[in-house]
């Protein structure tokens, strides 16, 4: 019952976002276009419940910036100012509402990471692929990128046994509340997140 009227709130929420919003999304892809480069949309394979790759999309923030051998610079080193503002105010993640209506993802749910992290997952990390990814989630309205992977790992797997509407509801509702305050939005004294890298050595010992 719970999965059923989730989907249906999903749906009926993205679609009438997407109606409201859409002449906005028109102005922030004219805007990417002309400020960062285009294609508008960056596309990108990500992993969805029960770890199905599926491609996710947001608003281009990076430009397309290489070295003198052609190869692209560090993230932190394409990210745009307009870009900068797109993911500090969170608009850059406006065309995942169309992955909400595919019904590859929700509105609250872990969110999807890279593909190459499911073979660095412990069996317990890899429970936060047992519901849909979400547009936010436990994890972002609890430290979102200032949390260690770990912290983000156990937020994602809690949810994961506590999911409820009413959960739900309060994650979104403080989601906007997080957007507002523009907390969290990267790790400290970096523009990116360091990629996770599985288990330190530290572990083994």
Not at 71 to 80: G, I, V
Not at 108 to 114: A, E, I, K, N, T
Not at 143 to 166: I, P
Request: hydrophobic share 45%; charged share 25%.
């Amino acid at each position: 019952m719970y999965c059923y009227a989730k989907r249906m709130l999903d749906v009926l929420g993205a679609v009438v976002i997407l109606t409201a919003v859409f002449p906005f999304l028109i102005v922030i892809a004219v805007l990417v276009w002309v400020n960062i480069d285009k294609p508008i949309l960056f596309c990108q394979v990500r992993p969805g419940f029960k770890g199905k790759p599926f491609i996710m999309f947001k608003f281009r923030t990076m430009n397309s910036a290489c070295d003198s051998q052609g190869h692209l610079l560090p993230d932190a080193d394409r990210l745009t100012p307009f870009g900068r503002f797109l993911r500090s105010t969170s608009l850059d993640e406006l065309p995942e509402l169309i992955n909400v209506l595919y019904g590859e993802m929700s509105f609250v749910g872990p969110r999807p990471l890279l593909m190459e992290y499911l073979d660095r997952y412990t069996p317990e990390q890899m429970r936060r692929h047992d519901v849909l990814p979400g547009i936010t989630g436990w994890a972002q309205v609890n430290g979102r990128n200032a949390l260690t992977w770990e912290e983000k790992f156990a937020f994602d797997v809690w949810y994961v046994d506590h999911q409820s509407l009413w959960l739900d509801a309060k994650i979104l509702v403080r989601t906007m509340w997080t957007v507002l305050r523009r907390e969290g939005i990267s790790q400290p004294g970096r523009e990116t997140a360091d990629k996770f890298r599985g288990r330190s050595t530290t572990d083994f010992l």
